[in-house]
């Protein structure tokens, strides 16, 4: 007998005059959880994650604005605030009433400044491998990653080629995800990202990421900070500084991940946030 695999469905609402898409895994009745991906993520980056969650959650994956399925913004603004503002009108179009956020790198930034804003509107609060200020090691590597990545590949090999030296630490079953939902084939054979280009050009031309400490200190939600133990992003030393800041926060290190948690490590890092959940409704 073959077992179903569960798969969520694909589907759009208007935010800011942009059409965003996401994914729907259903259990429309059980508490919302929305996962925020990171700066070139997209929705089913979290998809070992969001298929193991969806059996007690409502949980919601969104392509940011310029990213994945989303439009990109003619206005090419791509910045926390807009992405914040994005995030509030998606919440209020789903029509959530409080809501679990998960959100990874960029996501979890958003995450952060969001839950600071509205408080009465999370539940809870995760946070993946970032803090409110980038560690400069890590900050170097991915404008280093940015410089060096082609705006497009002659085929699905060299994309995979490229995607192996450049992240040797995801497994063959997440490279392959990558190439199926980052890149978008044109005519001819090539291939192209789906991010808008500007998103990249933005980010090398910023100084720095936005100071999130003011945004920490507000939070009020239950929240959950994971850090990969290897990860160049947020350092032992922020993470512990971020647990002291937020009242009644914890923090758990994840072996055998980088920054990349959720596709370095989906296992270890599925058991921290259920663990986490658990105790959020005693269990």
Request: proline share 5%; hydrophobic share 40%; net charge positive.
């Amino acid at each position: 007998m073959t077992t179903q695999v569960k798969r969520p469905t694909s589907k759009f609402v208007v935010v800011s005059n942009l059409r965003v898409h996401y994914l729907d895994w259903g259990n429309e009745a059980a508490q919302p959880l929305l996962m925020l991906h990171g700066l070139r993520g997209y929705a089913q980056a979290w998809d070992p994650i969001a298929r193991d969650l969806s059996d007690r959650y409502h949980v919601v994956a969104w392509d940011a604005r310029g990213r994945g399925e989303s439009d990109w913004a003619k206005d090419q603004k791509y910045n926390l605030a807009t992405y914040v503002s994005d995030l509030a009108s998606f919440i209020e179009k789903l029509n959530i009433q409080k809501v679990i956020l998960m959100g990874h790198s960029m996501g979890g930034r958003i995450g952060i400044v969001y839950s600071a804003q509205h408080p009465l509107q999370v539940a809870a609060l995760i946070i993946v491998d970032i803090g409110p200020t980038v560690e400069a090691k890590g900050d170097e590597r991915i404008r280093r990653e940015l410089k060096e990545t082609p705006d497009e590949f002659p085929s699905s090999e060299a994309a995979r080629a490229f995607l192996k030296k450049q992240l040797p630490a995801l497994s063959d079953r997440a490279i392959e995800a990558r190439l199926t939902h980052s890149l978008r084939a044109l005519p001819g054979g090539k291939l192209m990202w789906k991010y808008d280009r500007a998103i990249r050009e933005q980010r090398l031309g910023a100084t720095a990421p936005e100071n999130l400490w003011p945004s920490l200190r507000a939070l009020r939600c239950p929240t959950l900070i994971l850090r990969g133990a290897t990860s160049d992003i947020l350092s032992r030393q922020t993470v512990e500084a971020m647990a002291n800041v937020v009242a009644g926060s914890k923090w758990m290190e994840i072996s055998g991940a980088g920054h990349l948690i959720p596709e370095e490590n989906p296992k270890d890092m599925l058991a921290a946030v259920r663990k986490f959940l658990d105790s959020l409704s005693g269990k």
